[in-house]
């Protein structure tokens, strides 16, 4: 079975563009979770979904940042315009438990390591 | 916002030698949960408690739940070159399935 998948795995960007990062869950995980973490500091929790509705996005920094999930598979995440302080690592994670249940695994891709100049 | 405080930052130790990491929050969690990363790759899940006073094993590690639901710790025994990486602990409050991080704990282990 195919792990949490995420594109690209890099990106170096100017200030001001756009980006659009991807995410493809493991197959019938309900639950989506997008997460940064910033110049080796803690990874910070940005919003939750649970197929394709936005169950939690207390984390999203700010209205530069717009995360979709079409059809409850997998999610974009776009930022516009970038700044300097987006820079970091954004992580990806899904399960198929009930949210913060007991059991529940959350399993994390790659990451796409973000670079705004 | 809620914050996790875990320390040490990082650790350089001999391999065979035991390893002791802790994560302490201003408020309780319901979940206490510990991950490792490896570089290039995201946070893998080691050990889930969920209960207060919880102790848990899964071979070499062992973590426990502390009994105020505001602390938890990780040891590594005998630590081996492969257990390089990034230590970080998270908790979770019931039924929200957002996790709160700490800063991580970064292991170096020599042959």
């Known amino acids: 079975e195919a792990g949490v998948t995420q594109f690209p795995s890099h990106s170096v960007i100017e200030k001001g563009q756009t980006v659009t990062l991807r995410c493809d869950p493991i197959s019938g995980h309900d639950n989506l979770y997008w997460y940064r973490r910033v110049m080796g500091k803690e990874i910070k929790f940005l919003l939750h979904f649970v197929k394709e509705s936005k169950q939690d996005e207390s984390g999203m920094p700010n209205n530069r940042f717009l995360a979709e999930r079409t059809g409850g598979t997998y999610s974009t995440l776009k930022v516009q315009p970038a700044e300097l302080e987006d820079s970091g690592v954004y992580f990806c994670?899904?399960?198929?438990?009930?949210?913060?249940?007991?059991?529940?695994?959350?399993?994390f891709g790659p990451g796409t390591r973000l670079l705004v100049l | 916002g809620q914050q996790l405080n875990q320390s040490p930052q990082s650790m350089f130790i001999q391999e065979g030698e035991d390893v002791s990491m802790n994560c302490t929050s201003s408020s309780i969690f319901n979940t206490w949960l510990w991950y490792k990363q490896d570089p290039g790759e995201g946070p893998v899940l080691l050990i889930a408690l969920y209960k207060a006073g919880e102790l848990t094993s899964n071979g070499r590690l062992t973590a426990q739940f502390g009994i105020t639901r505001k602390d938890s710790f990780l040891n590594i025994s005998a630590s081996i070159p492969s257990d390089v990486g990034i230590y970080f602990c998270?908790?979770?409050?019931?039924?929200?399935?957002?996790?709160?991080f700490g800063d991580g704990t970064t292991l170096t282990v020599k042959p």
């Open positions: 994670a899904s399960s198929h438990r009930l949210a913060g249940g007991p059991g529940e695994t959350q399993y």
């Open positions: 998270a908790g979770q409050w019931e039924y929200a399935g957002k996790s709160t």
